[in-house]
């Protein structure tokens, strides 16, 4: 079975801070992505990779980045936590980037920025 | 932009009953995916469907793909408290394959 681990479920911080939240895959996937879930408005993509040290934007990455040294680890990095930036952040990993193939995801890191 | 608009966004139903989730688009898609998501988990992919008119079923789970790919509902019989969770339809415009895009979501809570 795949699995996809995501270093925190709950995580506290201040606004200012930075924040690192990581993600491994057990599944040699090539492609990994990150998503912040808010209610009513879905999953939306922040940022993915296709291949180790590339990254390409989603759909919202402003006040994040991302980092990928390794193929099975894909950190996301609030370089200054807000407190719009309370939210779930799930991790998924894709074995190929062609469409319809299945993305696994993580159990989630739920962020509050006090 | 949303692109894929669920309804209802919330479903509170007795065991037994029949029910459906609508996940409607302006957009045409190459493939649409419904997921499933339990409290304190992530999406668990449920069906992928990629031909128009297109239905598959999931034991008690009926999933169809419109014929203009533009929309997709599933259909669940006799809900059990199960079922419960939240209901996500996602997919892959035909302008942009390398991106995922989700619904709004649909959650669901049956109860005994």
């Known amino acids: 079975d795949v699995k996809v681990t995501q270093s925190s479920r709950y995580l506290v911080k201040r606004t200012g801070e930075k924040v690192f939240l990581e993600c491994v895959q057990d599944?040699?996937?090539?492609?990994m992505f990150w998503y912040r879930q808010d209610p009513g408005l879905g999953l939306r993509l922040i940022y993915f990779?296709?291949?180790?040290?590339?990254?390409e934007k989603g759909d919202i990455p402003e006040g994040y980045s991302v980092s990928r040294e390794k193929k099975e680890r894909f950190s996301l990095i609030l370089e200054s936590a807000s407190t719009n930036q309370t939210s779930m952040y799930l991790c998924?990993?894709?074995?190929?980037?062609?469409?319809?193939?299945?993305?696994?995801f993580g159990p989630g890191t739920r962020l509050t920025v006090l | 932009t949303q692109l894929l608009e669920q309804s209802p966004q919330f479903l509170s139903i007795q065991e037994g009953e029949n029910l459906t989730v609508y996940c409607n688009s302006s957009?045409?898609?190459?493939?649409l995916q419904w997921y499933r998501q339990e409290p304190g988990e992530g999406p668990v992919l449920l069906v992928t469907?990629?031909?128009?008119?297109e239905v598959k079923k999931l034991k008690r789970l009926t999933f169809q793909f419109g014929d203009a790919r533009k929309d997709s509902s599933l259909h669940i019989t006799a809900a059990q408290p199960g079922d419960t969770g939240l209901y996500l339809c996602?997919?892959?415009?035909?302008?942009?394959?390398?991106?995922?895009?989700f619904g709004t979501g649909t959650r669901l809570q049956v109860f005994p």
């Open positions: 469907v990629v031909t128009g008119g």
């Open positions: 599944m040699d996937h090539e492609n």
């Open positions: 998924a990993s894709s074995l190929s980037d062609r469409a319809g193939d299945t993305q696994y």
């Open positions: 957009s045409v898609f190459s493939s």
């Open positions: 990779s296709y291949d180790v040290k590339m990254k």
């Open positions: 996602a997919g892959f415009s035909v302008y942009n394959t390398d991106k995922l895009i």
